[in-house]
C-alpha cells in the first residue's frame, strides 16, 4: 500500500469559502502532483512540485493555488471556493528518477453548493 | 493531437473473453510506459509497467511498439472484476506524466 494520504475525502461547502486540501506522504518522495477529475473524465494535472519550494503550474488552469515547504506536504488552496470547483482532486507523488511509478492518495471530493 | 490516445471503448465482454486495448503516443523519447486502472469513484492504481518489448503478468499482457509508437494491453479469461477503467500513462522525460483518457471495460456474466 502507498503511503499518501489526503484529507478530507468528502468536502461539501458553500460558495466564497476557502478551503484547503491536504495531501501528506512519508515515502520521502520528491515528485508531488495534483489531478483535477470529474466523474467519467480523464485526469488533468493543475500543479506539480519536484521539491521543496518549488511548483509549477500544470496542463489544466485552476484558480488554486499549492505550495511545498516540507517535502512529506503538499497543500492545494482555494481562497474562494465556486461551483465550478465541484470536482475530485488527486493528490500523487512519484519515485525517483522520471520514469517512476505514480502513488495516489484516495482523493478528495468536492462539492461547491 | 493529443500526446497520449487511447480506444474510446467502452468494451463489453463477456466472462471469459480476451479483450485489447491499444495506446499511441507522440513522444519518441519516452522510455517507460504504464498501465493503470481506475475503479469507478476510485484512485487510479498501478497495474502494469513497460520498460523493453513487454510485460505478463498472469492474465495481462502488456506488449511495447516502439516503431509503431503503440503499447496494448491484453487481458485474457476475463473476469467480472476487471471491469473499469484502464489509463494508458507516458512518463514525459521531464516532471509531467501524461494520462491517456482512459478505456472503459464492462465484464458480463
Known amino acids: 500500500e502507498a503511503d499518501i494520504y489526503q484529507t478530507p475525502r468528502y468536502l461539501v461547502i458553500g460558495t466564497g469559502k476557502k478551503i484547503t486540501l491536504e495531501c501528506s506522504q512519508t515515502m520521502g518522495h520528491d515528485k508531488m502532483y495534483w489531478y483535477q477529475q470529474d466523474p467519467g473524465m480523464e485526469l488533468h494535472l493543475i500543479h506539480y512540485?519536484?521539491?521543496?519550494?518549488?511548483?509549477e503550474k500544470g496542463d489544466l488552469s485552476s484558480e488554486s493555488t499549492v505550495s511545498r515547504i516540507r517535502t512529506e506536504h503538499f497543500p492545494l488552496t482555494l481562497e474562494s471556493a465556486r461551483p465550478s470547483h465541484t470536482s475530485q482532486y488527486l493528490c500523487?507523488?512519484?519515485?525517483?528518477?522520471?520514469?517512476?511509478?505514480?502513488?495516489f492518495g484516495e482523493g478528495s471530493r468536492l462539492t461547491v453548493l | 493531437r493529443k500526446e497520449v490516445e487511447q480506444d474510446p471503448g467502452p468494451f463489453n465482454v463477456p466472462e471469459g473473453a480476451t479483450v485489447a486495448f491499444n495506446c499511441t503516443y507522440s513522444n519518441s523519447a519516452s522510455q517507460s510506459f504504464f498501465w493503470y486502472r481506475q475503479d469507478c469513484r476510485k484512485e487510479p492504481k498501478l497495474l502494469m509497467s513497460?520498460?523493453?518489448s513487454g510485460n505478463e503478468d498472469g492474465r495481462f499482457t502488456a506488449q511495447l511498439n516502439r516503431a509503431s509508437q503503440y503499447i496494448s494491453l491484453l487481458i485474457r479469461d476475463s473476469k467480472l472484476s476487471d471491469s473499469a477503467t484502464y489509463l494508458c500513462v507516458v512518463p514525459t522525460g521531464g516532471f509531467k506524466t501524461i494520462f491517456g483518457a482512459g478505456t472503459r471495460l464492462f465484464v458480463k456474466a
Open positions: 513497460v520498460y523493453s
Open positions: 512540485s519536484y521539491g521543496v519550494n518549488s511548483t
Open positions: 500523487a507523488s512519484m519515485t525517483g528518477g522520471y520514469t517512476g511509478e505514480l502513488f
